[in-house]
């Protein structure tokens, strides 16, 4: 017979499945419109995120409420609360990429510069899809209790933060072969807080990486440097 706490972790465990899906979904859609040199996104794709962000925060906000329920109701065992703790860290690493996403959309749409981000797009198509990779793999090392693709996460960050700043770096020579400064320096700025937010996905991928290790080991690996693998 199932009981009370199962059929709870069960529909928190649907719920979350639902989440990071949505969110990568999000992640998709926002790879296509980074590929396109035009400013300008359909009228159709702009309602299809926006649709996705309002079941995002609907997600995000019952995932609140059941873990913080399970906790104070069902008493859960040490493992199963140190999996609720690290859930609990992931849905909110989650919920700011989906914010993330947004704002790059947002952002996407205010660059007047075709020329130079026509320049940048094939290295920034690289670095979006890295992004990508890196916020899946750290889903699937929390859904699958794999420590390992886990660890490779917080190693991985490290190569993603030098693509980054790599990218930057491209960028910025380019303003070194235009001529229209006022439209560029607009460009620029807009094009920096993408490079800036596709870096803090990074980050929230390796926040959910160090969470699902708490919830396999039981060791908490945030703000330590990984010098080797703790497994």
């Known amino acids: 017979m199932t009981t009370n706490k199962e059929t709870t972790f069960k529909k928190i465990n649907k719920e979350f499945l639902k989440l990071s899906n949505l969110t990568l979904e999000q992640l998709e859609i926002l790879n296509k419109i980074l590929e396109q040199k035009e400013p300008n996104i359909s009228a159709v794709v702009l309602k299809k995120l926006e649709k996705n962000e ?9 995932l609140d409420d059941h873990i913080i329920k399970t906790i104070v109701l069902y008493k859960p065992m040490a493992s199963e609360l140190r999996h609720l703790f690290a859930l609990y860290r992931i849905v909110q690493n989650i919920e700011r990429i989906a ?5 790059m959309v947002h952002l996407k749409q205010k660059i007047n510069d075709i020329e130079l981000y026509a320049k940048i797009t094939p290295k ?17 090392s929390f859904k699958k209790n794999d420590k390992e693709t886990a660890f490779s996460i ?14 930057l770096k491209t960028a910025v020579k380019e303003i070194e072969r235009q001529t229209d400064i006022q439209t560029l320096l607009l460009s620029m700025a807009d094009l920096r807080s993408i490079i800036s937010s596709l ?28 010098d080797e693998n703790p497994l």
Do not use: C, P, W
Not at 54 to 62: A, G, P, T
Not at 124 to 140: F, G
Not at 154 to 167: A, G, P, S, V
Not at 199 to 226: C, F, P, T, V, W
């Open 154 to 167: 917080l190693k991985e960050e490290l190569i993603f933060d030098d693509l980054n700043r790599h990218l």
């Open 99 to 103: 914010d993330r996403v947004i704002k």
């Open 124 to 140: 920034l198509n690289i670095v979006v899809k890295q992004t990508i990779a890196m916020v899946n793999s750290a889903i699937i």
């Open 199 to 226: 870096d803090r996905i990074g980050d929230h991928a390796k926040n959910i990486a160090e969470a699902s290790l708490y919830s396999l080991i039981g060791k908490n690996l945030m703000h330590q440097q990984i």
């Open 54 to 62: 309002k079941n995002i925060n609907k997600l995000d906000l019952k």
